[in-house]
Every structure is written in structure tokens, then in C-alpha cells.
């Protein structure tokens, strides 16, 4: 499957994106600027946004407690999403939400999660809805490898086998949940294996290759309209602790020096100019265009007002 040079790059400025918000998140927590907690994606860059590209605006997401890959991939606000991120009124949820709670329904993005494994029903109602309503979309559903030892994601994957549902459930198998890897958590090597369980296919690709997660998306979206769900798992690596407060000793530096090597960015401009389809100049371009679209959405969020006292409740009790 041939891709666009306007998609390639697309791809290429949304990978950008994501690792330069997720440092100045890292920043903007340090210096005790975002509260809460967060999880940065930096290092899984491919799966999201290959995956995201392939889809349509209508075609809808959910995500995880690990969503800026996704929000962004999916096309997102970036100044409302710094904005959340810094607690300010702007944001998404006018910044009581914060890191897991971003959504935005007008592109397809179902949400964030901070429940383990629990955006994956909410896919399969979501897929159910499209069948019942006879929609022409597809529903994708992001989750972790952790995610994929709870009950959660057997059941879903039972019901939406069933049923015959439009979904691709794709597992972003970055080896580790929190601190447990999963040769630890699981017997198995390959999470693809258990789509045999369901009777569904199961596929295992390079989370780190872009142009692997778009192709295989692309296909499967055809695939799951007629026959019904399909299992991806993408083997990536985090690049960062757990969360912010993870001292990430359970990982050895040689482990993340080796995944390092195979940066997700870089393995997509590599490519770009061996198959031509860019200049070095034209990706250097697109590089400066998206430090400065991250710089603009901070100024944005920096100069944006924290939540009046009086709003306090609002929004917060349905
Ligand atoms: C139901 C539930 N159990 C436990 C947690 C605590 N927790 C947050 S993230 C996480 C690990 C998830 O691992 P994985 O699904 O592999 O996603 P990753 O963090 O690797 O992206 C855990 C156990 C939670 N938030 N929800
Ligand atoms: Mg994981």
C-alpha cells in the first residue's frame, strides 16, 4: 500500500507533536505545574498516530490513562489540551479533568481513561451502536498489555466476536504495566495469540514502524466492517517511568538504551528519505513548524486563567 507524501508528512508532524507536548509536560510536572499524575507516551509515538491517520474523522477512539498519543493522533486542540494539562479554565474540562479525562467527541475521541482496561467496553458499545444504527464507521480501541489481563478485555472481546462488531482492538504491548513485565503477568508470548480464544484474527506488527501500523489499520478497517473485530497488538516501549512517579528501577538502562535506538521518529524520517518521499529540508521545515505549534499552545495555556472559586462544583456531578 502506497502512502501519500501530504499523509507522510502528516504523520511525521503529529509523531513531533506528541514527543515535544509529552517534554513539556515532563517539564511543566517537575516544576510542580501539573497536578495529579500523568503518563507520558513518548517512545510509542508510531502506534498512535499510524493508527489515528488511518482513520476518518467519523471513525471514533477510545483511549487510556496513556492518551496524549491518541488525543493527538486523532487530531486534537492543542491549546485546549495544554491547557487542561495545566489546570486552566481553556482546557478541555476547563481544567478540572486533567491528564486522563481529555475528550473531544467532535473528532471521534471517545476519551481517556484512568480505569485499566476500561475503555475497552465502552468500545463495544460503541461498535455496537454503529452496527445497530447501521453508521459507515469503524470504532478503534486502545489499550495496554496490562489492560489485556483483566476481565474487561475478555469479555469485550467475547461480546464484540459475537456480534460481529466494526472494531479493531489495537494493544500497545509496551512490554511492562506498571512495574510488572509481562513475561511476569502472562505465559504467552504474543497477546495476538488470544484472538484464537474469540475466534477473531490476531496480528502482531512493529508499534514502532508507523507505516506497519498505518498499512495494517487501513486493511483491518475493511476487514472489520464485513466480518466483525480483529486483535493488533503493537510490541512498543515507554520510554519513561510508569507514571511520574516511577523511579523506574524493574527496567535495566541497557533495555532502554536498546529500545532508545529504535525511536519511532526517527525510523519514520529514515523512510521518508531513503524512499524520497521528502527532502531533508522539507522535514527540517516540518520539524521547526511543530516545536512551534507545541510553543504557541503553551503560551496559550501559561496566559489562560486558572477556574474562578465560584465554578468550583460546576461540572463536576452530572
Ligand atoms: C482497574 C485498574 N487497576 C489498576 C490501576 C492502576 N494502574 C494504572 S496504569 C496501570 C498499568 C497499566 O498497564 P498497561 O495496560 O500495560 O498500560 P501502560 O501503562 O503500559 O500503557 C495500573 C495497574 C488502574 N488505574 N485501574
Ligand atoms: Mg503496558
Request: net charge negative; hydrophobic share 40%; proline share 2%.
Amino acid at each position: 500500500m502506497t502512502i501519500s507524501k501530504a499523509t507522510l508528512e502528516e504523520m511525521y508532524k503529529k509523531m513531533l507533536h506528541v514527543r515535544k507536548f509529552e517534554e513539556k509536560v515532563a517539564y511543566f510536572f517537575s516544576m510542580g505545574m501539573v497536578h495529579g499524575t500523568t503518563h507520558l507516551y513518548v517512545g510509542e509515538e508510531a502506534t498512535a498516530v499510524g493508527a489515528c491517520s488511518a482513520l476518518e474523522e467519523k471513525d471514533l477512539i477510545t483511549s487510556t490513562h496513556r492518551g496524549h498519543g491518541h488525543c493527538i493522533g486523532k487530531g486534537i486542540d492543542l491549546n485546549k489540551m495544554m491547557a487542561e494539562l495545566l489546570g486552566k479554565e481553556t482546557g478541555y474540562c476547563k481544567g478540572k479533568g486533567g491528564s486522563m479525562h481529555i475528550a473531544d467527541l467532535s473528532r471521534g475521541n471517545l476519551g481517556a481513561n484512568g480505569v485499566v482496561g476500561g475503555g475497552i467496553p465502552i468500545a463495544v458499545g460503541a461498535a455496537l451502536t454503529t452496527k445497530m444504527k447501521k453508521i459507515d464507521r469503524v470504532v478503534l480501541c486502545f489499550f495496554g498489555d496490562g489492560a489485556a489481563n483483566e476481565g474487561s478485555f475478555h469479555e469485550s472481546l467475547n461480546l464484540a466476536a459475537v456480534w460481529n462488531l466494526p472494531l479493531i482492538f489495537v494493544c500497545e504491548n509496551n512490554l511492562y504495566g506498571m512495574s510488572v513485565s509481562t513475561a511476569q503477568s502472562m505465559k504467552i508470548q504474543n497477546i495476538a495469540d488470544r484472538a484464537a480464544a474469540y475466534g477473531i484474527p490476531g496480528k502482531v506488527i512493529d508499534g514502532n514502524d508507523a507505516v506497519a501500523v498505518y498499512n495494517t489499520v487501513m486493511e483491518a478497517k475493511e476487514y472489520v466492517k464485513e466480518h466483525g473485530p480483529i486483535l493488533i497488538e503493537a510490541k512498543t516501549y515507554r520510554w519513561s517511568g510508569h507514571s511520574k512517579s516511577d523511579a523506574n528501577v524493574y527496567r535495566s538502562k541497557e533495555e532502554i538504551a536498546e529500545w532508545r535506538k529504535k525511536c519511532p521518529i526517527e525510523g519514520l524520517k529514515k523512510y521518508m528519505l531513503e524512499t524520497g518521499v521528502s527532502t531533508i529540508e522539507e522535514l527540517k521545515r516540518i520539524e521547526k513548524e511543530a516545536v512551534q505549534e507545541i510553543e504557541q499552545a503553551v503560551e496559550f495555556a501559561q496566559n489562560s486563567p486558572y477556574p474562578s472559586l465560584d465554578t468550583i462544583m460546576d461540572d463536576v456531578y452530572a
